[in-house]
């Protein structure tokens, strides 16, 4: 089955600590994003990129990092820096053919807790 | 600036009866639009979107959306509706520079009573 996987589903974090969500597809996509979801906010996009070795900030990256090493997986860290990373983190793809129109899909996210 | 408006953060309707969502853009050039769907801890399915031609676009589930230029909505529509159709709904537009950005709306959470 091809689609986009996130690990973990539930990640927990304490004040201070740099921690790593994974995102993972097999679409054969060339574009990857991730979003921060919070209640009545909507999505707000943090990175993207559109070519491996290659990605752009978004609306929102202060405090967070990505690399882009390979095709399938775009890993995104959530820094110290981040002041309120407290959240549901949502990765998704696109084939990049016309990124405007082009159709997104999602994995099922990873909400993240900082205790 | 680009921008999408939901302005409805929660609407109830009855099972069986008719939906429509609201979704107002703001953009400078044709716009991209979408709507999307997500079921509480889940991601994004996408229903339907437009870029060009017909107006009225039909999608997934039973859906359609309506473009109108002249009010700058989007509003997404189903004659009836079922109890799985209870999620939080998005609408979005893409961004200009064919970056692939979506700027997403705030979301409609939609309960259905039986």
């Known amino acids: 089955d091809g689609g986009i996987t996130q690990s973990p589903k539930y990640l927990f974090r304490k004040e201070g600590q740099n921690v790593t969500l994974s995102c993972e597809q097999n679409?054969?996509?060339?574009?990857m994003y991730w979003y921060r979801q919070d209640p009545g906010q909507g999505l707000r996009l943090i990175y993207y990129?559109?070519?491996?070795?290659?990605?752009q900030k978004g609306d929102i990256a202060e405090g967070y990092s990505v690399s882009r090493e390979k095709k399938e997986s775009f890993p995104l860290t959530v820094t110290s820096a981040q002041k309120n990373p407290t959240a549901f983190y949502l990765c998704?793809?696109?084939?990049?053919?016309?990124?405007?129109?082009?159709?997104?899909?999602f994995g099922p996210g990873t909400r993240l807790t900082v205790l | 600036a680009q921008s999408v408006t939901q302005p409805d953060i929660h609407i109830t309707v009855s099972e069986g009866a008719s939906l429509e969502l609201r979704c107002n853009y703001s953009?400078?050039?044709?716009?991209?639009l979408f709507w999307y769907v997500q079921s509480p801890g889940q991601g994004l399915q996408l229903l339907l979107k437009?870029?060009?031609?017909?107006?009225l676009v039909q999608g997934i589930k039973g859906f359609e959306a309506e473009f109108k230029r002249s009010q700058s909505s989007f509003n997404l529509r189903k004659p009836s509706v079922h109890w799985s159709d209870a999620a939080e709904y998005f609408c979005?537009?893409?961004?200009?520079?064919?970056?692939?950005?979506?700027?997403f709306g705030q979301g409609t959470t939609l309960q259905v009573k039986p």
């Open positions: 979005a537009v893409g961004a200009s520079g064919n970056t692939g950005k979506l700027i």
């Open positions: 679409l054969n996509h060339d574009a």
């Open positions: 953009y400078g050039a044709t716009p991209y």
């Open positions: 990129s559109q070519i491996v070795n290659d990605f």
């Open positions: 437009y870029f060009s031609g017909d107006t």
């Open positions: 998704a793809s696109s084939i990049a053919l016309a990124p405007s129109t082009d159709t997104q899909y």
